[in-house]
């Protein structure tokens, strides 16, 4: 376990809908990344926060937003939701706010239908 | 752009023999360099990492090198075991004041008993 706690596990939603997607970092870390896997795309970085600020920014879709809360939880919302946004979202958070290990959680799966 | 190259995608060899991995960054602010084992179906785990003034890192059967001029670095594991079965990933780090991490595609390493 490592500590980083994502709800939900699995997620079924349709086309056109917005989910919420929500992770809590383990104690005492500040920083909280979002990443996207899946099967033809790999892990690919979403978006990372510090503190409550956003930090660094992948090809996060217009569509998708993310925030940090005074309590250091994060939430990524997706919206107007697509088939190809079906995978694994995970959380990672780690200390501090560079080069240095990342934990994951263990992922919600997203299917789109 | 930012990008890691990873080979091979997969890896066959039998138990005992030696595995390497190789990647490819192509940001040379990059100075941060880890190796995430992902077993099937659960998040990915830190097995190693390096920083940029380091040139080899030991940990038991696991070692990774670094080669900062020429971008590349490499993970090593030897005597491999049926448990080192997974999907591997090396990511480098997009330099600056941030923990983005970009990851290479993977390799799936099978070890035959």
């Known amino acids: 376990d490592s500590g980083v706690t994502q709800t939900p596990k699995h997620l079924i939603t349709a086309t056109g809908q917005r989910v919420t997607l929500r992770c809590s970092p383990r104690s005492g870390d500040l920083s909280v990344y979002w990443y996207q896997q899946s099967l033809d795309q790999g892990l690919q970085f979403l978006i990372q926060y510090y503190n409550g600020e956003e930090r660094a920014k992948g090809n996060i879709l217009e569509r998708f937003s993310a925030q940090q809360f005074p309590d250091l939880h994060s939430e ?29 959680g263990q992922g919600t799966r997203l299917t789109v239908v | 752009g930012e990008n890691v190259e990873q080979h091979p995608s997969t890896l066959s060899v039998q138990e005992g023999d030696s595995a390497v991995i190789k990647c490819t960054y192509s940001d040379s602010a990059s100075n941060y360099f880890p190796w995430y084992k992902q077993e099937l179906g659960k998040r990915p785990q830190l097995i190693i990492d390096i920083r940029s003034n380091v040139g080899e890192k030991k940990d038991q059967r696991i070692a990774v090198t670094l080669n900062k001029t020429a971008k590349h670095f490499s993970l090593h594991i030897t005597e491999t075991q049926p448990e080192d079965s997974a999907v591997y990933f090396c990511a480098a780090s997009m330099g600056g004041a941030t923990n983005k991490l970009i990851f290479g595609t993977g390799t799936l390493l099978a070890v035959q008993p």
Do not use: I, K, P, R
């Not at chain 1, 990524?76 to 694994?88: F, P, Q, V, W, Y």
């Open chain 1, 76 to 104: 990524l919302n997706l919206s107007s939701l697509e088939l190809g946004d079906s995978a694994l979202y995970f959380c990672a958070s780690s200390v501090v706010v560079a080069n240095t290990e990342a934990f994951f």
